[in-house]
């Protein structure tokens, strides 16, 4: 019997793996930055702020995919925090999936510390002592860096860029602050690509429009004429894939 149950029960658990794997993807881990500011210690009134913030932001972002709070009365004991979910994300499923399992995550990552953001693939959530709304986060940028080349990638590129400032044009106006959209090049043997710019809705419409200009000038640090490009900052963030990666 031992001797059967063995490879069964490894093919068991690869499947589960692959199951998992698939099945929580929606929740895929970009990246997570902590603030080298300050700490803080248990039992605290920084940490019941946090503690309450989160709970608040967890509970907030699945009624419109977006957050923001702040708790405490004195300095150095506030916290202020944010939790934005991809624009296509459905907020009262997995928007709200991804904001609890985000704010665990950072808790851990960057334990009893201060500030910290952190990306996933839906969700986004940052918080800090500090009152960050309504300004740019110019601290934070990441870049997804998996990209093949294209041919004639100066052209492709000059597509590219105009089509993203044209999806930031219609995000920094519409009240989500998201746009997403389809192209097709047929001078690249009429491939598509898909493209999608958001901003965090504590930004001014002015403050989102330059938030996702500079984000798309990044574009040229890691990805100009590739396959595939996505600068994440703290408070916006633009994509582009050569297939569907959003839901319409
Ligand atoms: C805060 O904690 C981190 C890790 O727990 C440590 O590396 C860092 O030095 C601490 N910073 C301060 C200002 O105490
Ligand atoms: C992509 O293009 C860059 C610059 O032109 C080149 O250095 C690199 O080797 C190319 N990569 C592939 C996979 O073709
Ligand atoms: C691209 O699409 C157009 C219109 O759908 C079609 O006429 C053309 O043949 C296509 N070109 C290629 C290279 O597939």
Request: glycine fraction near 4%; charged fraction near 25%; aromatic fraction near 12%.
């Amino acid at each position: 019997m031992s001797s059967s149950s063995k490879p069964s029960s490894t093919v068991l658990l690869l499947t589960l793996a692959l199951f998992f794997q698939t099945s929580f993807g929606v929740n895929d881990f970009l990246s997570s930055s902590c603030s080298k500011t300050q700490n803080f210690t248990s039992n605290t009134p920084f940490d019941s702020n946090l503690k309450r913030l989160i709970t608040s932001l967890t509970n907030q972002t699945p009624l419109t995919g977006f957050a923001q709070a702040s708790f405490g009365q004195y300095p150095n004991q506030q916290a202020y925090g944010l939790s934005l979910c991809r624009g296509d994300v459905s907020p009262s499923d997995d928007c709200k999936t991804c904001v609890s399992e985000a704010t665990s995550d950072l808790l851990k990552r960057c334990s009893y510390i201060k500030g910290a953001i952190i990306w996933y693939d839906y969700c986004l959530f940052k918080y800090s002592d500090q009152d960050f709304f309504g300004r740019i986060d110019d601290s934070h940028t990441f870049y997804k860096l998996e990209v093949q080349n294209v041919s004639d990638p100066q052209a492709f590129n000059h597509k590219t860029n105009e089509f993203l400032s044209r999806l930031a044009e219609e995000a920094h106006g519409s009240p989500k602050m998201y746009a997403a959209g389809e192209l097709k090049l047929e001078e690249w043997r009429n491939m598509t690509v898909y493209g999608l710019t958001q901003c965090t809705r504590d930004l001014s419409k002015e403050d989102c429009k330059k938030c996702l200009d500079d984000a798309i000038a990044k574009i040229s640090d890691c990805c100009a004429g590739k396959d595939s490009a996505r600068v994440v900052r703290g408070s916006c963030n633009v994509r582009y894939e050569t297939y569907p990666f959003f839901k319409e």
